[in-house]
């Protein structure tokens, strides 16, 4: 139930839309093989609705972008790290009920 | 709306009491909690549910036991609870953003995994300290690992990940493993775990680094510690039920569980409980599932069985 506020993350234009992004960004870092990760997208499709035009609010496959997890040093899924001016602000790994998911963005916005 | 009955929890034995009572229709209302879809998500092939002779993934069997709970009518919704009341009827139930009444409450809340209760442990926890190591195995490819616990889960976790890692060693505190004697002879056969037996973790290093360098060993019987490198700890020590929102309220043993009596009736009449969080013995999908059937059935003659008048009352109540 992707909506079309869920931005796709990649290797490849991470830099440009993430890194260089004038507003927030929230990035889950997730795979198909993850259930949890499965069980939070929902959740992640609601925050997007929720924050449309405030944070950019999108996923990175971690089995098909590699360099990405890598460099970000993700050592679990589903991550959530929230993304300011280039910097990580907030991580938040394994699953977090949407309330608690909103506090921790508010701070940012 | 006054609800017959909510059901907290959505592992196989909420989605079995969903079928249950939506097949008896009953408008089952579902409320997930944050682990939804229970202990089997975090699993890979499930080779002892029956009815799958070639095994089911543990995510694909419970979005089966979903799609099908929904089929029949049941109501699926987000959300965690954050408090019960059941000292009054009708019982109330509440979620960050909603309030519920209902005449009857099946409790399914299963339970979650248990920690060593390290501070370092909780500060490294999605850092390289994981509970989950079909989610996070990935990422430890040629890496050295360690795994914590004696039991199954701990067995077939430590041979999962030897996939990925170079080296997994088994801590366990005590000589014995309680796992089953064909989990055992597979950990054994594998050339890549180690053994750390009568063995306790103190400490799990770099907190500063915010990642794992190190573990702090400490021999049971000699005392004498030692450190050795890995980069992740897998802890599987078993589970503990999620039983917190019920204290006070509902009668458990002294490990936490829910005490049930004549099926699946806790101390409170009009509320039930099934699998796990009522379960430290058999702790299995089809039994948590046969459990769920058996609290959906409960629920259904507890429903039949409340005198019309004091129905009425309820109902009225719920409106004001």
Not at chain 1, 25 to 47: H, I, N, S
Not at chain 2, 170 to 182: C, G, Q, T
Not at chain 2, 239 to 248: D, E, S, V, Y
Not at chain 2, 270 to 280: C, E, N, W
Request: hydrophobic letters at 40%.
């Amino acid at each position: 139930m992707a909506t079309e506020n869920v931005q796709t993350f990649t290797d490849s234009n991470f830099e440009e839309t993430v890194m260089k992004a004038g507003q927030p960004v929230l990035v889950d870092f997730w795979a198909e093989w993850c259930g949890p990760c499965k069980r939070l997208a929902p959740t992640v499709d609601a925050l997007a609705t929720d924050y449309a035009g405030k944070v950019t609010i999108g996923k990175l496959n971690v089995d098909e972008n590699p360099n990405t997890a890598f460099k970000f040093q993700i050592r679990g899924i589903p991550a959530l790290l929230l993304f300011k001016g280039g910097q990580v602000v907030e991580s938040v790994v394994g699953l977090a009920p949407k309330d608690e998911l909103k506090k921790v963005i508010d701070k940012h916005v | 709306m006054l609800r017959d009955v909510i059901i907290i929890g959505s592992g196989p034995a909420g989605l079995t009491a969903a079928l249950y009572t939506a097949r008896a229709n009953l408008r089952p209302l579902v409320i997930e909690g944050i682990e939804a879809g229970g202990q089997l998500m975090l699993t890979t092939l499930v080779e002892n549910f029956p009815g799958h002779r070639d095994g089911i993934m543990g995510p694909d069997l419970m979005t089966e036991m979903r799609a099908q709970a929904e089929k029949f009518g049941a109501d699926i919704v987000q959300g965690n609870v954050t408090s019960v009341d059941v000292c009054s009827q009708p019982f109330t139930v509440t979620t960050a953003d909603v309030t519920y009444q209902t005449k009857t409450l099946i409790i399914a809340t299963g339970a979650s995994a248990r920690l060593l209760g390290l501070a370092s442990e909780r500060t490294l926890m999605g850092h390289g300290v994981s509970t989950c190591a079909t989610c996070d195995g990935y990422f430890f490819r040629g890496h050295e690992i360690a795994v914590v616990g004696g039991g199954d889960s701990a067995m077939e976790e430590a041979v999962f990940l030897t996939k990925f890692a170079n080296k997994v060693t088994i801590v366990h505190r005590r000589e014995a493993l309680r796992a089953s004697k064909i989990m055992q002879d597979k950990a054994r056969a594998n050339s890549k775990i180690a053994w750390r037996l009568n063995t306790e973790i103190d400490e799990i290093r770099d907190t500063g680094k915010n990642e794992v360098s190190s573990i702090v060993l400490r021999d049971v019987a000699t005392g004498v510690r030692d450190e050795i490198p890995v980069t992740g700890v897998f802890v599987a020590i078993g589970h503990t039920p999620n039983t917190a929102l019920f204290r006070g309220q509902l009668e458990m043993d002294a490990n936490g569980y829910l005490v049930t009596h004549d099926g699946s009736k806790t101390s409170v009449p009009g509320v039930f409980a099934s699998g796990d969080v009522q379960d430290h013995i058999y702790r299995q999908a089809i039994t948590a599932a046969g459990s769920g059937c058996m609290a959906a059935i409960d629920a259904e003659h507890y429903l039949e069985g409340v005198p019309e008048h004091l129905q009425t009352t309820v109902a009225a109540d719920a409106k004001r």
